[in-house]
């Protein structure tokens, strides 16, 4: 297939979306990079549901339609892939993975993952996550400032590092953590530069940067794998749960597939859960009444004692707050679709090989589908998802695609947030200028910091 087709299009081009306006050779890269979001909403507001961007000679399709966005990842999902430069980008280091790979290839894989994410199985995972929420708090102090950036970062990384292989990555001093963090740092780089997908194999610094650290963790990801296969005595962890998973056909995962899930749970499943963390912790900050509500809710549920897997399931109102916080920041805060043959949305003709671009962020934020919409209200998910619209709300996707992961990742999050809640209050540092930055995922731009009090 021509990578160009339908991203290069003719000036005269028929019935196309809206072009946005630019008097810029560059169109809109300048604009869209510095202020995405803003962008993006902006965007919808003034030209409607479906319009088009530049970036140099590349078009690329905004689509704010939520019955259509569904349509896209659901009903015609089979006609949109994920061969976009961010996807791209991504397999450069997450190979083949459930994130990265499609078609057949795609359908196997889940299936031999799927076992691993059974709620049983996540039982077991749970208590590694209470026992890594515990000790962090517990090295907390009354009074103290921390960054919660860096906190739910190494927590998160922690938990991943022990749920996938029993490894504890969260020590900032390790080889593990440096090379993670460089990794993400790099992506950022490189997802926002407009020729990246096509210079990636050029001998630039920057792919020379990322290729050097990809290989560093190849090497430990590729020692654990060769001990699990070799040990006598395992524990619980993803990786020997999809180590000892086979296909219909009684075939397993090979070395370099055990390789590609590891490290797009490692690298994608943390960073997503770490941002979750920090964006519901910032509004438990600036919201006192819903965080003597959660309070109120721990106290009836667990008591002194730390949450379990039995204990999270009665308490609603904070998966209320996670699911608002969810909406208002969704951690994966786009993502993008090729089209393999024409279609049309909205009336418009989407040409072959179009890229489409669709925002939960943006879609979590109309008025229409959410009364005042850029406000923190937990209890507008009182009685579970609203599902007045489809589309409207997918903060782990939706369709066949949907994360494979979700139910952990709520598992974690219900978790680790009532482990620090029960223990501590927190209140903004003054003199910060709180603000997104999206990149590869919905992370603070400066960190978030706060002063605990320890709860008496």
Not at 252 to 262: A, F, I, T, Y
Not at 341 to 362: F, H, T
Not at 377 to 393: A, I, Q, T
């Amino acid at each position: 297939m021509n990578y160009f087709e339908g991203i290069v299009l003719p000036k005269k081009a028929p019935n196309l979306a809206v072009p946005l306006p630019s008097k810029y050779l560059s169109g809109h890269k300048n604009a869209f990079q510095d202020e995405p979001l803003s962008f993006l909403i902006n965007s919808q507001k003034h030209y409607g549901d479906l319009s088009r961007m530049r970036f140099g000679p590349f078009w690329i399709h905004n689509l704010s339609a939520p019955a259509e966005v569904y349509a896209i990842l659901v009903e015609k999902q089979k006609y949109y892939s994920k061969n976009t430069a961010g996807y791209r980008l991504l397999s450069r280091a997450l190979g083949q993975g459930l994130l990265t790979s499609e078609g057949d290839m795609w359908r196997r894989q889940r299936r031999i993952a799927q076992p691993a994410f059974r709620k049983n199985n996540i039982a077991e995972l749970a208590e590694i996550m209470t026992v890594a929420a515990s000790e962090t708090v517990a090295q907390w102090g009354d009074g103290q400032t921390i960054d919660l950036s860096k906190a739910m970062n190494s927590l998160a990384l922690r938990i991943a590092g022990e749920t996938l292989f029993d490894v504890d990555l969260s020590d900032s001093s390790s080889e593990v953590s440096k090379t993670v963090d460089h990794m993400m740092d790099s992506f950022q780089s490189l997802m926002t530069s407009t020729f990246a997908s096509f210079t990636y194999k050029l001998p630039l610094p920057e792919n020379l940067r990322l290729k050097r650290k990809i290989e560093e963790l190849d090497r430990v990801v590729y020692d654990i794998i060769e001990k699990e296969r070799n040990a006598n005595v395992t524990k619980s962890t993803l990786l020997r749960m999809f180590m000892d998973a086979k296909d219909e056909d009684g075939s397993g995962m090979s070395d370099l597939q055990l390789r590609d899930e590891v490290l797009t749970m490692l690298l994608a499943g943390h960073e997503t859960s770490a941002n979750a963390l920090v964006w519901t912790l910032y509004h438990v900050a600036t919201h006192k009444t819903v965080a003597q509500r959660i309070v109120d809710e721990l106290n009836a549920t667990m008591g002194e004692s730390t949450p379990t897997i039995k204990t999270i399931t009665s308490m609603n109102y904070l998966r209320q707050v996670i699911l608002e916080s969810l909406r208002l920041f969704p951690p994966a805060w786009t993502i993008s679709r090729r089209a393999e043959r024409e279609d049309r949305i909205l009336g418009k003709r989407i040409p072959k090989g179009a890229i489409v671009l669709m925002s939960p962020y943006v879609l979590h934020r109309r008025a229409e589908f959410w009364p005042n919409p850029n406000d923190f209200e937990p209890d507008r998910f009182k009685h579970g998802v609203p599902p007045e619209v489809r589309g409207s709300y997918w903060p782990f996707l939706v369709g066949v695609r949907k994360c494979i992961g979700e139910h952990f990742a709520m598992t974690e999050l219900m978790i680790v947030l009532a482990t620090i809640l029960s223990r501590f209050t927190f209140a903004l540092s003054p003199g910060q200028d709180i603000q997104c930055d999206p990149s590869v995922t919905l992370r603070p731009k400066s960190g978030i910091k706060v002063k605990l009090t320890k709860r008496q």
